[in-house]
């Protein structure tokens, strides 16, 4: 059996259990018949906005040519109300379902079964609106396929915390939460809940734990939890990120926690980022390592790339004042422009792989025969400064063009070579990131050239960025209310539910 096979076998999502085929080759005739034989009633078009929160637009099924009209001709939408770089005076906007997408809602009522599908923008002439969020991330890979040859592959660490009242019982320790178990973890049933309705929804989910944040204060009990997803194309590790903020959010309402995804939440405890991992690869295998198990040239100047572009970055991955708090010394976050392996003071970290010969299988497991997998497709890199304020679209189109990028620079394998820190180096001598969303405008609008070449970024986006980080006045912000719990807590409170 193929591996393609083995991924429609208990599979999570209802609809591809049903169909048994590949989402990528979901027809409107497959939708249709779903929805016929399963008693669907509703059809919800998702869809990201400039906040980069999901909106809904509802549909009941009136009758079998209702049906097939809008799953052909999707809807009309209010552009400007959804986009900042949109005039009202031309606002209308087209939003058209993707079949690969469906699920069935896992929050519809059970007697109004309602799939979901995710939708692409288009402009009044029927074409691909250049500046929406999934065909800005689709011109970066088609712009890095080009010049590479290769598949540029994402997936997300998405940290979060849970916010429930302190009955006193099993204390954690104070920011050792990492791994913990209940009942020192009191949200782990609610973890698991979530990344059950995200698989369900499609996530393709690596696994989930608590971290290292944990505290107490004003009676309440602060939890860090990670979900962490598989590496698959781009398009779909920035959908598995939108639908499991989602579905994350929506759970802990109606179980009566509140959750964030906000980078900083008090002075002195463990800050939320959401790390992302990159891998190249070209006609299914990894281009990540070379024969002998080490970094390959080419993962060394998408790396090169990425250090040549970091601060711009920052504006598409960390877009609140509270970002900046987050990013400081000695935290586990990174500050400055630097890779290596194993580090995590690094901005990029090389994770340990499996790179070696060692079958570790057979030596806890006796009676297992002994066997070697190719694991080489397990190397990624870790980007460290994101966090869940990022707009993940334009996140990933950064990081898809910063690797683009490296492969253009002539210096690209000198630059990698000189921005290389030893695990547990000093890395206060490197270029540092921007310490405010002021300083990230200002370099995203230094390098905005390369973010705009190919027609990735619309010019107008970047306009819009740069212009809403410029909003928040906070350039001299951290120094300003340093040592100020209660200024700090205000931010808080104001940023909570970012992205």
Request: glycine content about 4%; overall charge positive.
């Given at each position: 059996m193929t591996k393609d096979n083995e991924k429609l076998l208990m599979n999570a999502n209802k609809v591809v259990d049903f169909l048994k085929k590949d989402p990528l080759t979901f027809t409107k005739a497959d939708i249709i018949r779903y929805i016929r034989e399963n008693g669907v009633r509703m059809v919800n078009f998702l869809y990201p906005g400039g906040d980069g929160k999901l909106k809904t637009l509802g549909f009941v099924i009136n009758d079998l040519y209702y049906l097939d009209t809008i799953l052909t001709s999707g809807e009309r939408v209010d552009g400007s109300s959804l986009f900042g770089f949109i005039k009202t005076t031309s606002s209308d906007l087209y939003v058209i379902p993707r079949f690969s997408t469906a699920f069935m809602d896992p929050f519809a009522p059970p007697e109004i079964p309602a799939l979901d599908l995710l939708c692409s923008f288009f402009d009044k002439d029927g074409r691909p609106l250049e500046s929406a969020p999934e065909r800005t991330l689709s011109k970066a890979q088609e712009a890095f396929g080009k010049a590479t040859g290769m598949e540029f592959q994402a997936m997300g660490e998405l940290e979060y915390y849970v916010i429930l009242d302190d009955d006193g019982s099993f204390p954690a320790t104070d920011q050792h939460g990492y791994h913990e178990s209940a009942p020192y973890c009191k949200t782990s049933?609610?973890?698991?809940?979530c990344m059950d309705y995200i698989s369900r929804a499609g996530g393709?989910?690596?696994?989930g734990h608590s971290e290292v944040g944990n505290f107490r204060m004003d009676g309440k009990i602060y939890e860090q939890n990670e979900i962490e997803f598989l590496p698959v194309r781009a398009e779909t590790a920035a959908e598995n990120i939108l639908l499991a903020k989602w579905?994350?959010?929506?759970?802990?309402?109606?179980e009566g926690y509140n959750v964030t995804f906000a980078p900083k939440i008090t002075v002195g405890k463990a800050g939320s980022g959401m790390h992302v991992h990159m891998r190249l690869m070209k006609d299914g295998k990894s281009m990540m390592t070379g024969p002998d198990g080490e970094l390959s040239a080419e993962a060394r100047k998408a790396i090169a790339g990425m250090m040549d572009l970091a601060e711009g970055i920052t504006a598409f991955g960390n877009k609140n004042p509270m970002s900046y708090f987050r990013l400081v010394p000695h935290q586990e976050a990174p500050t400055s422009i630097c890779w290596g392996y194993r580090n995590r003071a690094a901005l990029v970290r090389v994770p340990l792989g499996w790179s070696g010969t060692m079958d570790m299988c057979s030596q806890v497991n006796?009676?297992?025969?002994?066997?070697?997998?190719?694991?080489?497709?397990?190397?990624?890199?870790?980007m460290r400064s994101p966090d869940g304020s990022a707009d993940i679209y334009q996140l990933l189109s950064g990081l898809c063009v910063a690797c683009?990028?490296?492969?253009?620079?002539?210096?690209?394998?000198?630059?990698?070579?000189?921005t290389y820190v030893e695990p547990g180096g000093d890395v206060s001598s490197f270029r540092q990131l921007p310490d405010s969303c002021a300083a990230s405008a200002d370099c995203l609008e230094r390098q905005r050239g390369a973010f705009e070449e190919q027609g990735v970024f619309n010019p107008e986006m970047i306009d819009e960025i740069i212009a809403h980080l410029r909003s928040f006045g906070d350039r001299t912000l951290?120094?300003?209310?340093?040592?100020?719990?209660?200024?700090?807590?205000?931010?808080?409170?104001r940023y909570f539910h970012c992205g």
């Open positions: 049933a609610f973890r698991a809940k393709q989910i690596k696994y579905i994350i959010r929506r759970l802990a309402h109606m006796p009676f297992e025969q002994s066997s070697m997998l190719d694991l080489s497709a397990k190397q990624t890199v870790e683009r990028h490296g492969f253009e620079m002539k210096n690209a394998l000198s630059l990698a070579k000189k951290r120094s300003d209310i340093e040592g100020d719990t209660s200024s700090l807590q205000t931010l808080v409170d």
